[in-house]
């Protein structure tokens, strides 16, 4: 089993880059207004471009228009789109493109409640530390025993760090880890030390199932 990883937030194409040589999986570009990690759409272009193929590019939303979300899916073709907000399966899946649905794990696991019922269309679902109707992002950890059966892929999120990231890979055994503030040394400025260990520490969590 190797669980995958998805850096979230980057604002710097340099800090893309360096992502993609470390061996990150997936890269989140924030489209979630009010936040540091938020993008215009003509800088985002640039990091668009730093994701080479076979790298999974997301853009990630919350409550967006969906004029905003169309705008981005014509300008930047990401291959998954993120929602965060009161988004229902409609919506969604409106885009013609794959989507994971976050749920709010902060109260416990209310949000994930007859998830799958909700989100039939979901090709995944993110669990994250925040409460019900608060944005993510926030490195807020959840108790991690009250992950649920879903059925789909879980992206592991929340309050994960190179300190922890093991001790998460090995309890949950999640599909994906998805970290933004814990690889950070600002919001929104991704520092590489950070992000080199985040991804040994999955790696070396991963070792403890291999054979």
């Known amino acids: 089993m190797r669980t995958r990883i998805k850096f979230c937030g980057l604002t710097r194409p340099g800090d893309v880059r360096l992502a993609v040589e470390l061996g990150v999986d997936a890269i989140g570009l924030v489209f979630a207004a009010g936040g540091p990690r938020c993008l215009a759409l003509d800088h985002a ?3 668009r471009e ?7 590019a997301v853009a990630l939303f919350m409550d967006n228009p969906g004029s905003e979300v169309e705008a981005v899916v014509r300008r930047l073709r990401p291959d998954l789109l993120q929602f965060h907000g009161g988004e229902d399966d409609a919506f969604c899946r409106g885009f013609g493109l794959p989507f994971a649905k976050a749920l709010a794990m902060g109260r416990g696991p ?10 039939p269309s979901a090709s995944a679902f993110v669990l994250d530390g925040h409460a019900p109707g608060e944005p993510g992002g926030r490195g807020e950890r959840f108790d991690w025993s009250l992950v649920p059966g879903l059925g789909r892929p879980v992206l592991l999120a929340g309050g994960l760090s190179a300190d922890n990231v093991g001790e998460a890979v090995r309890q949950v055994r ?3 880890v998805d970290v933004s503030s814990g690889i950070e040394s600002a919001p929104g400025v991704k520092d590489g030390g950070r992000m080199q260990r985040f991804i040994e520490e999955v790696r070396r969590a991963d070792s403890n199932f291999a054979g």
């Open 45 to 47: 272009g640039a990091l």
């Open 50 to 56: 730093a994701i080479p193929p076979m790298v999974t």
């Open 110 to 119: 209310g949000d994930a409640v007859n998830a799958r019922k909700r989100y």
């Open 174 to 176: 999640p599909f994906a």
